[in-house]
């Protein structure tokens, strides 16, 4: 049996729609659904437990020179949790000027928490806005000061920024 061409071309036609639908069937039998996985970030805060802290000692003497420590009355000043930070602290307010010389941050509950900031259980000089690594716990601030005048240590703000 001959077939005429009107004939054929339908016998094409129907042959591609056929293959389209299969081809179709077969990609949608295939791939049914997307399903797009979110990032997990790290769970990690740094909190502060007081604002303002408390100075300790809360007096120093005209032309002094020392330390005095930050922190909270029944806490540390600032607390670190579920894993390592890297922030900045900024220093605000004019900055940090004298009479004080350097700040610091020491592990709160540390063996050496008294004495020179630098030689306190885990001590580390805050430099303004350079970015530090600090690892899980709780930390007290640590300022020196030197040969204090009669408006005695003037207040400061240490803002932090991840």
Known sequence: ????????????????????????????????????????????????????PTANPATVTIGSSGQVTFLCPSASAI????????????????GFRAPYTSLWIFHAGGSVVTGNCSARTGAVQLQNNTLMTLPTGDYNYCAEYVDVGTAGLRPFICRWEA
Not at 24 to 45: C, D, K, N, R
Not at 79 to 90: E, F, H, R, Y
């Open 1 to 52: 049996m001959r077939m005429n061409r009107r004939n054929r071309t339908i016998v094409a036609l129907a042959t591609f729609l056929v293959a389209v639908s299969v081809g179709v069937g077969t990609a949608i039998a295939v791939t049914l659904f997307y399903h797009h996985m979110p990032a997990v970030s790290v769970a990690q805060t740094m909190t502060p437990n007081c604002d303002p």
């Open 79 to 94: 607390t670190v949790a579920g894993s390592s930070i890297t922030a900045k602290p900024i220093f605000l307010d004019q």
